[in-house]
């Protein structure tokens, strides 16, 4: 893995590749050596050049026929190729990983495989795969008792959370981990529990009360520009549209150009979709449509949720008029939050597609909101999602 998030250890790189120089093309270190300057290089490096390394890494590996130096290269290489592209990829061989590392039945081999094995499934929407992994990866937490183990374990498992939509469990577990995290001298242990804690207060709709941090996160975390996505996508939740609108515009500025690092891209983009939404702007929308598009089925994941990519394409098309394209993104977003057990992703879903056929008014359009405006603000009731509960009430009293 990465040394820290968002930042590239530039004397490392410098030093691994001072190796790779002296090491012969079949040398099975240089694979190890490749994968681990692929992973170092996860935030801010063309994706090009982590496939080639990835590429190098696995072909002298596979050569080999040695599975322990497989897996850790399949380890290392996984989340720095992780973007949406590459996601099919990254399911086939994070199946491998696994398969191989429990035939050979290294224990921490096979907690690094589940590991990167979860992040692919959650993108994916396997929510069966997902819980396996996590139950593999606890299993072997508590065997080895490992504090970094443990740490990832437990904020994999706030994350999980989150996509259920039980609030009160993850932020349990988002503080145990930040927890074992700073015990155990974690480089990112605050800067993970705050990422959850936002996922948390958004759910439960009091994400106002950390506007201010995501601010200084913005500030202080310059390598994720993701979190400046964050950061407009909360202005609009909150109702500040016109700070949402500065962000977006510079945003457009920049060609709507994110890199792509790891799975921070498609959240960073989810984001910026979900502020444009709420501004009803159509001028960001068609390209945020556009680029969101063919990663309909996606689920952005980092180590906290968004909703998924089809309730966003939802969203951004009922801004642009397109009524049928909108419902169409809006029964496939109910579908996937519905087969994975997202309650307050549901409930989002519901309220935005009833908001679209209030729009809309065609036949049966009326009574077909009504239903789901009713049903969300029943689910925001009973989990307790304020914001979802107050807007699908609103939402009903608009409608009669």
């Not at 996860?42 to 990835?54: D, H, K």
């Not at 990866?137 to 740490?151: C, F, H, N, V, Y």
């Not at 989150?162 to 074992?180: H, N, P, S, Y």
């Not at 500065?246 to 799975?263: K, M, R, S, Y």
Request: glycine share 6%; with cysteine.
């Amino acid at each position: 893995m990465f040394s820290a998030a968002g930042v590239i250890d530039t004397d490392r790189v410098e030093i691994l590749e001072m190796a790779i120089d002296r090491l012969s093309k079949d040398h099975l270190d240089r694979a190890l050596v490749l994968a681990t300057v692929c992973a170092e290089l996860s935030f801010g490096s063309p994706l090009e050049r982590r496939q080639a390394l990835a590429e190098e890494a696995i072909a002298i590996a596979e050569s080999s026929g040695d599975d322990a130096v497989i897996v850790q290269v399949l380890n290392q290489v996984c989340w720095p190729l992780l973007t949406p592209p590459l996601l099919e990829q990254s399911l086939a061989r994070t199946a491998d990983a696994v398969v191989r590392a429990e035939r050979i039945g290294d224990p921490l081999l096979l907690f690094w495989a589940a590991t990167t094995r979860l992040w692919s499934t959650a993108s994916a929407g396997d929510i069966d795969e997902v819980d396996r992994c996590l139950e593999i990866m606890g299993s072997l937490a508590e065997q080895l008792d490992q504090p970094t183990l443990r740490w990832v374990h437990t904020y994999l498992g706030a994350g999980r959370a989150q996509i259920a939509g039980d609030t009160d469990r993850a932020e349990q577990l988002a503080t145990e981990a930040l927890q074992i995290g700073t015990d155990g001298g974690e480089p990112d242990a605050t800067l993970f529990f705050d990422a959850q804690r936002i996922t948390v207060y958004l759910q439960r709709g009091t994400l106002s009360e950390l506007v201010p941090l995501i601010e200084q996160a913005v500030d202080e975390n310059p390598g994720i520009p993701m979190y400046r996505a964050v950061l407009a996508s909360a202005y609009a939740e909150v109702g500040r549209t016109n700070d949402a609108r500065q962000l977006l515009e510079e945003f457009a500025v920049a060609g709507f150009d994110l890199p792509l690092d790891g799975t921070t891209w498609i959240a960073g983009m989810a984001n910026y979709a979900g502020a444009a939404i709420e501004c009803r702007d159509p001028l960001y929308a068609e390209s945020l449509f556009d680029q969101l598009r063919p990663w309909a089925d996606q689920l952005p994941f980092t180590i906290t949720p968004a909703d998924p990519v089809s309730h966003f394409l939802g969203g951004l098309a009922t801004v642009l008029g397109r009524y049928d394209q909108a419902n169409a993104y809006f029964t496939q977003a109910a579908a996937f939050s519905d087969r994975v057990g997202a309650k307050f992703f549901a409930a989002r879903t519901d309220l935005s597609w009833g908001k679209m056929l209030a729009e809309r008014r065609g036949p049966g359009d009326t009574e077909k909101a009504r239903d789901l405006f009713t049903k969300a603000h029943a689910a925001a009731a009973a989990y307790g999602y304020s914001i979802v509960e107050r807007r699908a009430t609103e939402a009903l009293q608009d409608l009669n």
